[in-house]
């Protein structure tokens, strides 16, 4: 297992949208990195194309982000990691606002209005397909990653006056792969 670089804002694989996975064949090496990679980088949530690998491939780990103490705090707590291949959401509801930032966007956060609860189709390891209800932070991660997959940052959400406050800072992380100073919105 290695780690692998990931992708910043600016980089083309990041505005595309990603191919479906039809060879299961090869990418169980893939998926023990991008784990590797999004514990390294203190992250919830992966995307291949994040990692320049352009398959509709998440993996999703959100520990300890679910609980507070002993008490869970917004959605279900994962026990262990998940991986998520040629995910589809069929079904959304509820509204929730929530802070989110992103790998490949760093030092920028903001309030982002998703869906509270998701049913969301897709395939596992074994080439088996699966149909799952998420709420809370697992649907919040859930939805920002399969929007990496469609090509859509977290920022994309945001109003215009609001995009316009961090046009400079997207600007230096797609030359220098970090802004100068940070932001939250």
């Known amino acids: ?7 910043k804002y600016g980089d ?8 479906e996975v039809t060879d299961f064949s090869n990418i169980e090496s893939l998926i023990d990195d991008m784990f590797d990679t999004m514990y390294h980088e203190s992250g919830i949530g992966l995307a ?3 990692v320049g690998v352009k398959l509709a491939i998440l993996v999703f780990d959100i520990g300890e982000h679910g609980i507070e103490g002993d008490k869970e705090v917004i959605g279900e707590l994962f ?16 509204e929730c606002s929530m802070e989110e930032g992103c790998l490949s966007v760093p030092e920028i956060r903001a309030e982002i209005i998703r869906a509270e609860t998701i049913i969301l189709q897709y395939d ?23 929007d990496h997959l469609n090509g859509k940052f ?24 970090t802004p100068t100073t940070g932001i939250i919105l």
């Open 1 to 7: 297992m290695s780690l692998l670089p990931v992708v």
């Open 12 to 19: 083309p694989i990041l505005r595309s949208k990603v191919d």
């Open 48 to 50: 291949a194309n994040q």
């Open 79 to 94: 026990s262990d990691p998940k991986i998520f291949i040629n995910p589809l959401i069929v079904e959304s509801a509820g």
């Open 124 to 146: 596992a390891m074994d080439q088996n397909a699966h149909s799952e209800t998420f709420s809370g932070l697992s649907a919040r991660v859930l939805l920002h990653e399969i």
């Open 154 to 177: 977290f920022t994309d959400y945001l109003s215009p006056s609001k995009r316009m406050l961090i046009q400079k800072r997207l600007k230096e992380i797609s030359l220098t792969g």
